[in-house]
């Protein structure tokens, strides 16, 4: 199974990104998808959570600015991200729970991250 994240880049501030991630591999179901980031000299925190029925959540911080959605056929989350501010520096990584062919439970699996530079 492999996660495949695109969409990242440098935006000026009040701009706008959208990312993507593909999951891909011997897959039964996917579960809850999310987007985390990690800033330099910082944690990595969750950003945005979309779960398998739609329901999403998404850290105080991008609330209102950040989207999160998803699209079942083709194991793909995305985040749209507007109104960028500079503190959105970081490098995103997308993740999600996958039930695997020959597996019994769901496992999180990650992306390799994309990198996305507010800056002017």
């Known amino acids: 199974v492999q996660l495949q994240a695109s969409g990242g880049g440098l935006v000026q501030p009040g701009g706008s990104l959208r990312l993507s991630c593909a999951v891909s591999?011997?897959?039964?179901?996917?579960?809850?998808m999310g987007w985390h980031r990690q800033a330099p000299g910082k944690q990595r925190e969750l950003v945005a959570l979309i779960t398998s029925g739609g329901n999403t959540d998404y850290v105080d911080s991008v609330k209102g600015r950040f989207t999160i959605s998803r699209d079942n056929a083709k194991n793909t989350v995305y985040l749209q991200m507007n109104s960028l501010k500079s503190e959105g520096t970081a490098v995103y990584y997308c993740n999600a729970r996958v039930l695997e062919r020959g597996s019994r439970d769901y496992r999180g699996r990650w992306g390799q991250g994309t990198q996305v530079t507010v800056s002017s």
């Open positions: 591999g011997s897959i039964l179901s996917i579960g809850a």
